[in-house]
């Protein structure tokens, strides 16, 4: 397929469009969301080729990574060379790559199909930090996770921060939004997943705790107030990341990353 119109007006109607995206009003009443940079963009393409709708990207950018216009241009794309006066209007973090991407959530009545048979899957209990959210999307993928499940009142996954962080692999793995906490685990437990709520004040330890060699779903706090009493009471066990050292916590993407990790390890041992 050859490339369509070059976008060179920043002050078109379609450059207009491209930036209501950013804000969630406009992703909700267009369907649609925007996919920034060069390595979110290529998982993309590769990944969800038919959720995507138009590429944009600057010479610059096209001379750099070639590999992303010839995946889109195989796949049968809309790519649009496009002026860096434009790319800059539409997003400052693209580095000269952006793609409008067709919204394809998991419904929230689609859980139990998605974690069917499921051996990790991590819950975020209303983490409202974009960067953070992405992160844990980012890990639980390289930990082999099966699933990510953010609770009603969580981030919108389709922000541009969100999809930076996740660095692609938000288009690897489902992903289940809105749902609610207790539906969430009475989902994941009749899979067969023990529920494991990671908290400092845990009585078991995330280095020691027999209970990582079952089939896992880890629940994540909120940035701030970290675990909520209702999750506590849902879990199986509460378990907690040793400090060693002077820090007086771990954010919620890092002790995200060092539990998914935990389990990984064990569940690749015992196989």
């Keep these: 397929m050859p490339f369509a119109a070059a976008v060179v007006n920043t002050r078109s109607d379609r450059v207009a469009g491209l930036r209501r995206l950013v804000t969630r009003a406009g992703r909700d009443r267009a369907g649609e969301h925007l996919v920034e940079g060069p390595q979110a963009c290529r998982e993309a393409v590769r990944f969800a080729a038919e959720r995507v709708r138009d590429l944009y990207i600057t010479e610059a950018a096209q001379s750099r990574w070639p590999e992303i216009v010839?995946?889109?241009?195989?796949?049968?794309?809309?790519?649009?060379?496009?002026?860096?006066?434009?790319?800059?209007?539409?997003?400052?973090d693209a580095q000269?790559?952006?793609?409008?991407?067709?919204?394809?959530?998991?419904?929230?009545?689609?859980?139990?199909?998605?974690v069917a048979g499921a051996r990790l899957v991590a819950?975020?209990?209303?983490?409202?930090?974009?960067?953070?959210?992405?992160?844990?999307?980012?890990?639980?993928?390289?930990?082999?996770?099966?699933?990510?499940?953010l609770t009603a009142g969580s981030v919108d996954v389709r922000s541009p921060k969100v999809v930076r962080s996740s660095a692609g692999s938000l288009f690897h793995l489902p992903v289940v939004t809105g749902v609610g906490l207790a539906d969430a685990v009475a989902t994941l437990r009749a899979a067969g997943l023990t529920i494991l709520a990671a908290d400092g004040g845990g009585a078991d330890d995330v280095e020691t705790s027999p209970l990582l060699a079952r089939p896992t779903a880890w629940i994540f706090g909120t940035e701030a107030q970290g675990l909520s009493d209702d999750a506590r009471?849902?879990?199986?066990?509460?378990?907690?990341?040793?400090l060693r050292g002077r820090a007086e916590s771990l954010n919620v993407a890092m002790a995200a990353t060092v539990c998914l990790y935990a389990s990984s390890r064990v569940h690749a041992l015992s196989t």
Excluded: K, W
């Design 233 to 242: 009471q849902l879990a199986d066990a509460v378990v907690a990341v040793p």
């Design 70 to 92: 010839d995946d889109a241009l195989a796949h049968g794309l809309y790519v649009h060379p496009t002026s860096p006066e434009v790319m800059v209007r539409i997003s400052e």
């Design 96 to 114: 000269g790559v952006v793609l409008v991407l067709r919204d394809a959530d998991v419904a929230t009545d689609e859980l139990a199909a998605v």
């Design 123 to 149: 819950l975020c209990e209303e983490v409202r930090d974009p960067g953070n959210a992405g992160t844990i999307i980012r890990a639980a993928d390289a930990a082999g996770a099966d699933a990510v499940v």
